[in-house]
């Protein structure tokens, strides 16, 4: 079956540090992929998604590539905030609307 | 103009009540779904509906009734409440999987 793997946190940067937040997935078939955040005793956002093999979603700062021929979904921010601090979960779907498949989830701190 | 609602936010109570949780969305999608989140922030598909009618049930067991009265709501109803259904509750909706998910505020529920 279809399944993710992302990173275990939990990771804590520095304000303005780069990140990365490695994501990788099995999936039959093509995939959308998803990155959603949650911030502390809140519900989930959708952050950014691709549909296709090389799409390139982005929001906030944020970017994800989707790469077929690694399975990878890797999440990047140039410089993170304060505000950035939360959990984030990298997901797919398969066809038609079939529900989403998490990551465990990583855990982002990041320290003025 | 809240996409994806939930109610209760909280909800404490004893082992072996009844409870319900309501989830309405003013998006016009047709498939809503319910997921549970672990106290590891794992989260899982329980239930998929798709214009009323039941799509998944990812072997939740029978004490966990979902009822959809019409495609804009979808309702879970929970008996025999044991301290291993404490967790977070989601509901979602989605219009196409490709496009995303989108989710409530969650339900958390605490079973004494």
């Known amino acids: 079956g279809n399944s993710v793997t992302q990173m275990e946190g939990p990771v804590t940067l520095s304000e303005e540090a780069f990140l990365t937040i490695n994501c990788t997935y099995t999936?039959?078939?093509?995939?959308?992929l998803f990155w959603y955040v949650q911030y502390p005793g809140e519900g989930l956002q959708l952050l950014l998604k691709?549909?296709?093999?090389?799409d390139k979603g982005s929001n906030k700062g944020f970017e994800a590539t989707y790469r077929k021929e690694t399975t990878s979904f890797h999440l990047e921010k140039g410089s993170v905030q304060v505000s950035d601090s939360a959990v984030y979960f990298c997901?797919?779907?398969?066809?038609?609307?079939?529900?989403?498949?998490f990551g465990k989830g990583t855990r982002l701190s990041v320290i003025a | 103009d809240t996409a994806v609602s939930q109610t209760p936010k909280y909800l404490v109570t004893q082992m072996g009540n009844d409870k319900s949780i309501k989830c309405e969305q003013n998006?016009?999608?047709?498939?809503m779904y319910w997921y549970k989140q672990d106290s590891k922030k794992f989260l899982k598909i329980m239930f998929s509906?798709?214009?009323?009618?039941?799509?998944i049930n990812e072997t939740v067991p029978n004490r966990f009734s979902p009822k959809s009265p019409d495609k804009a709501h979808l309702n879970l109803h929970i008996n025999s409440l044991e301290l291993g259904d404490s967790a977070v509750y989601f509901c979602?909706?989605?219009?196409?999987?490709?496009?995303?998910?989108?989710f409530g505020p969650g339900t958390r529920l605490l079973v004494l």
């Open positions: 979602a909706s989605s219009r196409s999987g490709r496009e995303g998910q989108y």
């Open positions: 999936a039959t078939g093509y995939p959308s």
């Open positions: 691709a549909t296709k093999a090389d």
């Open positions: 997901a797919l779907t398969g066809s038609g609307n079939t529900p989403l498949v």
């Open positions: 998006l016009g999608h047709d498939t």
């Open positions: 509906y798709n214009n009323k009618e039941l799509i």
